[in-house]
């Protein structure tokens, strides 16, 4: 009997942090369709998650993800039908909200938990998408990001034209896309595709600690709503915003955990919130 395939996406949990990790370490986490289905199942499985408050999101080994996996694609039939159906992949995360995030590589706006993106190795194509529809990226100072499409002759793919400006502005999102350049952290960070950069070393500590931290002090249905008043604020003018703040602080004050926010508050105290 042959040995069952390894999973490509790792899931695991620790106070109340998810980690999501990209596990094709001997391809760079190069992108095919089993880890694509793989991925969504796993963010799927840390919304439905209690115990889970923030998701910690990145790659096993030196690399986050090279992008698709070219070689497997150039090379056999089989990576040429993976790419096809990849291509035909469109989540149905949940039909009540946004169609625009139901694409096959921009549905982390529909995860209902914040998405911090650790990127711990070489960021490109695909893998700059993923981490750019995470909510908060943080990258080791030596890692590189590439999105050169333009240099293989196609379209910048799966709605990274539409978000990378709005990350890093227009000019820098030009210069990135239109270059097909390589980028090293610090200069991604001054274009504000990334938020902080730290020594590689440090890159683990800090980002579980601030994870750690928003997990401890930040009710989850908040970060749920807020969330969704983040990623709802590109389609918005200021007069919708502010019909659904209102909408949603009638959603908020119907929870438990609104008055253990406010009680630890007045009390000084940490938080023991309850997901409710």
């Known amino acids: 009997m042959s040995e069952p395939a390894a999973s490509t996406v790792l899931y695991e949990v620790k106070d109340r942090i998810a980690t999501v990790t990209l596990n094709r370490p001997e391809r760079h986490n190069g992108m095919n369709y089993d880890m694509c289905v793989e991925l969504h199942d796993a963010m799927l499985r840390a919304e439905a998650d209690k115990s889970v408050s923030v998701i910690v999101f990145t790659g096993a080994g030196k690399s986050f993800c090279v992008g698709a996996d070219i070689a497997t694609v150039k090379d056999s039939s089989e990576g040429v039908r993976q790419s096809k159906d990849i291509g035909k992949l469109f989540w149905q995360a949940d039909v009540t909200q946004r169609a625009d ?20 190795g070489a960021a490109a194509g695909v893998g700059v998408n993923y981490a750019a529809f995470s909510d908060i990226r943080f990258a080791a100072d030596d890692v590189t ?14 709605g990274s034209a539409w978000l990378l400006p ?18 090293k952290a610090p200069e991604a960070k001054e274009m504000g595709l990334v938020n902080r950069v730290f020594p590689r070393e440090k890159l683990a500590e800090e980002t579980y600690a601030y994870a750690a931290e928003m997990a401890q002090w930040c009710p989850p249905h908040s970060l749920k709503l807020q969330k969704r008043q983040l990623w709802e604020s590109y389609f918005q003018n200021l007069s919708e915003a502010n019909t659904m703040f209102k909408e949603f602080s009638r959603i908020a004050v119907r929870t438990e955990d609104i008055k253990e926010a406010m009680a630890s508050f007045i009390e000084k105290r940490t938080p023991n919130f309850k997901g409710k």
């Open 101 to 120: 995030y139901q694409g096959t590589h921009c549905y982390f706006p529909l995860i209902g938990k914040p998405i911090v993106c650790m990127i711990n």
């Open 145 to 158: 990001f590439a999105a050169a499409y333009v240099r293989r002759g196609i379209a910048a793919e799966w």
């Open 166 to 183: 709005k990350l890093m502005g227009h000019s820098n999102a030009a210069d990135f896309l239109l270059s097909g350049r390589k980028i």
